[in-house]
């Protein structure tokens, strides 16, 4: 069955301090993978990935995919307490789409 | 453990046909509950979300609405479907800070 797992759990750093966000899947039929930062009730896209090994960034924030992994990773840099969310990564099959659990991170003044 | 259900994974509806689209949770009590729309590889539209039985917010106006008419069901639907109503919902259920639990979707195509 399709599934998607995210690690760690719960992240808790201090301000300055670099974090990477793991997402793993197994998906039949993957189309992209997805990232998002969830707030409030509606998550914020980050960023979407289809081609293995290229690096998206969105200023302090960057992803890169492996396909061959079966993988992805959001990197924050110099972390803010803005930055404080949960993180959920989403794999768009063809016919579906599935989610991980979120990764919950805290930054810490 | 905590489980949602989405149904039907794909519908392919004529223009102007009703809709509806059923979700339920389980192992929850009292969920807060969402329907989005998922733009082509991109973010997630929220269309609605309930906190309770009755209680539904709408975000966006359109050719839908929403029901949830027991504590673990929500239900999308539309009298008349529009071609732009193409796309895929996903349903989600929430418990204050938690992180939304998704349901797998459901693609659904007018013609």
């Known amino acids: 069955e399709d599934k998607v797992v995210q690690s760690p759990l719960s992240l808790v750093v201090h301000e300055g301090d670099t974090v990477t966000l793991n997402c793993s899947y197994e998906?039949?039929?993957?189309?992209?993978l997805l990232w998002y930062k969830q707030e409030k009730k509606a998550p914020t896209f980050l960023f979407m990935l289809t081609s293995s090994g290229i690096e998206k960034k969105s200023g302090r924030l960057s992803s890169i995919l492996d396909k061959k992994e079966l993988s992805s990773i959001l990197n924050i840099t110099a972390t803010q307490t803005g930055d404080s969310a949960i993180y959920l990564c989403?794999?768009?099959?063809?016919?579906?789409?599935?989610f991980g659990a979120g990764t919950r991170l805290t930054v810490k003044p | 453990s905590q489980t949602i259900h989405q149904w039907p994974a794909t519908l392919v509806q004529p223009v102007g046909s009703p809709l509806s689209l059923e979700c339920t949770v389980e192992?929850?009590?009292?969920?807060?509950l969402y329907w989005y729309r998922q733009a082509a590889g991109r973010g997630l539209q929220l269309l609605f979300y309930?906190?309770?039985?009755?209680?539904i917010s709408s975000e966006v106006p359109q050719n839908l609405s929403a029901s949830r008419p027991q504590d673990r069901q929500f239900i999308l639907s539309s009298k008349k479907l529009l071609l732009s109503d193409s796309g895929f919902y996903l349903c989600a259920w929430g418990t204050g800070n938690s992180p939304l639990h998704f349901g797998n979707g459901t693609r659904l195509t007018v013609t």
């Open positions: 998906v039949t039929n993957f189309r992209s």
């Open positions: 309930s906190v309770g039985i009755g209680q």
């Open positions: 989403a794999v768009e099959a063809v016919d579906d789409m599935r």
């Open positions: 192992g929850t009590s009292n969920p807060n």
